[in-house]
Each structure stands twice: as structure tokens, then as C-alpha cells.
């Protein structure tokens, strides 16, 4: 079914286009060709410059990703996890940092905050694994363009507890 213009994603998606070009990554998709781009709702968001403004003025700006955009794949108790990191970077210990750029409103309150680290929590091992890195090595955190405040979770999950939260979820079988 086709679903209405979703003006939130639309933003986070620029947000993100204009990242890729500003660290000269290539970009995945051309906001134009997006499904409803061309609907009406679709029209040009002016908080988009808003928010490039705050990243500017973040410690994240004069910092320079080894990785923009990086797909992963993670086996997680049988189940294949697939996704993309916004951005990788080196730490001054020799490890690395993942983060994810969000251009919505930091978490409202710790269950909030506690499902939206789970994917912190699968970015970190994913990056672990690939990089051959020890989990401790790998740091994860969300950036809260707006605000300019980055979120790094001391309690991510790690691999075991990962494993128990997928093994958790029913299989489609067991679904009514």
C-alpha cells in the first residue's frame, strides 16, 4: 500500500544525504528519487539548515569518519541482522566509535532510551566483529543533531545478552 509523504523521515534522509556530501562519501540514493518525493507534503523542508547549523557547531564537524554509511551484516542467534552505521571513527585508544545521527528529540525516558540502545548495542558488535576488535574497544553513541548532544550509553548490551533478546522474540510459527 502507498503511504503518505512522511515529512520527519524525509529530514533525517536529507540530513543524511547532505553528511555523506560534506565528507565526500557517495551518496546511496538521491533524495529525489525516493518513493512520494514528488507528492504533494514533499516540498522542501526549511528546518533541514537548522539543523546542518547545530552539526556544525558540534565536536562531530571537525572530525573526519574512516567509514560514512557502513553496512554490516550480524548473525545473532541464528537470525541475520542488517543495517547501516552512519559513521565510523577512530579513537585515540586505537579503537573505533560508531554513531548514529538523529535528527529527532532525545529519548523521553529510560524505557525509551533502553529500546533505542539495542541498536546501539548491535552497531557495536557488528563493528566489533568486522574490525576484529575486542567489544570493549568499540564505542557506540547517538548524536541528537538539534541539540547537539551525543548519548553514550555505559549499559549496552552485549553479545550473550543480545543472543537472550533475540532467542526471546517468537518465531513468525509461534505468532498469532
Same mark, same amino acid.
Given at each position: 500500500?502507498?503511504?503518505?509523504?512522511?515529512?520527519?523521515?524525509?529530514?533525517?534522509?536529507?540530513?543524511?544525504?547532505?553528511?555523506?556530501?560534506?565528507?565526500?562519501?557517495?551518496?546511496?540514493?538521491? &533524495?529525489?528519487?525516493?518513493?512520494?518525493?514528488?507528492?504533494?507534503?514533499? &516540498?522542501?523542508?526549511?528546518?533541514?539548515?537548522?539543523?546542518?547549523?547545530?552539526?556544525?557547531?558540534?565536536?562531530?564537524?571537525?572530525?573526519?569518519?574512516?567509514?560514512?554509511?557502513?553496512?554490516?551484516?550480524?548473525? &545473532?542467534?541464528?537470525?541475520?541482522?542488517?543495517?547501516?552505521?552512519?559513521?565510523?571513527?577512530?579513537?585515540?585508544?586505537?579503537?573505533?566509535?560508531?554513531?548514529?545521527?538523529?535528527?529527532?528529540?532525545?529519548?523521553?525516558?529510560?524505557?525509551?532510551?533502553? &529500546?533505542?540502545?539495542?541498536?546501539?548495542?548491535?552497531?557495536?558488535?557488528?563493528?566489533?566483529?568486522?574490525?576484529?576488535?575486542?567489544?570493549?574497544?568499540?564505542?557506540?553513541?547517538?548524536?541528537?543533531?538539534?541539540?547537539?548532544?551525543?548519548?553514550?550509553?555505559?549499559?549496552?548490551?552485549?553479545?550473550?545478552?543480545?543472543?537472550?533478546?533475540?532467542?526471546?522474540?517468537?518465531?513468525?510459527?509461534?505468532?498469532?
Amino acid at each position: 500500500m502507498p503511504r503518505p509523504p512522511a515529512p520527519l523521515a524525509r529530514r533525517g534522509t536529507l540530513f543524511h544525504t547532505w553528511l555523506e556530501t560534506l565528507w565526500g562519501a557517495p551518496k546511496l540514493v538521491d &533524495v529525489d528519487e525516493l518513493p512520494g518525493s514528488a507528492d504533494e507534503g514533499g &516540498v522542501q523542508d526549511l528546518e533541514i539548515a537548522t539543523l546542518q547549523d547545530a552539526f556544525l557547531a558540534s565536536e562531530w564537524a571537525e572530525r573526519n569518519p574512516i567509514e560514512v554509511e557502513a553496512p554490516f551484516e550480524l548473525l &545473532v542467534a541464528g537470525v541475520l541482522l542488517r543495517g547501516r552505521v552512519d559513521a565510523v571513527f577512530s579513537t585515540d585508544s586505537g579503537g573505533i566509535e560508531v554513531v548514529d545521527w538523529k535528527t529527532g528529540s532525545p529519548p523521553r525516558d529510560s524505557a525509551d532510551s533502553a &529500546v533505542k540502545t539495542v541498536q546501539l548495542a548491535a552497531y557495536r558488535l557488528a563493528f566489533a566483529r568486522l574490525r576484529g576488535l575486542p567489544l570493549e574497544r568499540v564505542g557506540a553513541a547517538f548524536h541528537y543533531v538539534r541539540e547537539n548532544f551525543t548519548l553514550r550509553p555505559a549499559d549496552l548490551l552485549g553479545e550473550s545478552e543480545l543472543e537472550s533478546l533475540v532467542t526471546a522474540v517468537p518465531q513468525s510459527s509461534d505468532l498469532v
